[in-house]
């Protein structure tokens, strides 16, 4: 999915083709709505129809992660007011969107999950995709724990063959 069905060069080079464009996108067939990452968060005001899109979303009840600098947009869509969430640092989030207004609510970690809104620094891939599962209901917590434990520290758990 993209915001249109345009082809899309990423910060690494790759291109993307969307097979669907946002407005195409009907709430009741996501699982999970993901903002990767990128610099096009810094640089660029989130679009209306993106912020629009992720209100309806919350409002649906779909849970919608957004990892890196794409916590700016959910930032500026205020999907982050009353929640806790963290980002690339408290700093971070008051120096790309002045209008930050959830730094009580800040946390410290590498990635956190609120009803239903998963946020997680630049350096979180795999505590990221945890939360997401866990959201999801996906493993067990033992065995999430597990994954996430061999996926970051690059060893199979003792005992485990």
Known sequence: MGLTRDAVKS???LTVQ???ALVEVDPDDVA???LPG?????QQLV????VAALKTLETRAVPIAAICAATTA???AGLLSGRRHTSNGREYLKHHVPDYVGSAMYVEAPAVR???LITASGLADVEFAQEIMAELGVLSDSDRASWTSLFRGGRLPSGAT
């Open 18 to 20: 969307p097979t669907t």
């Open 47 to 50: 679009e209306p129809e993106l």
């Open 32 to 34: 999970v709505f993901i």
């Open 11 to 13: 910060m690494g080079g």
């Open 38 to 42: 990128g610099d096009r968060w810094e």
């Open 114 to 116: 609120d009803r239903g």
């Open 74 to 76: 959910v930032a500026r």
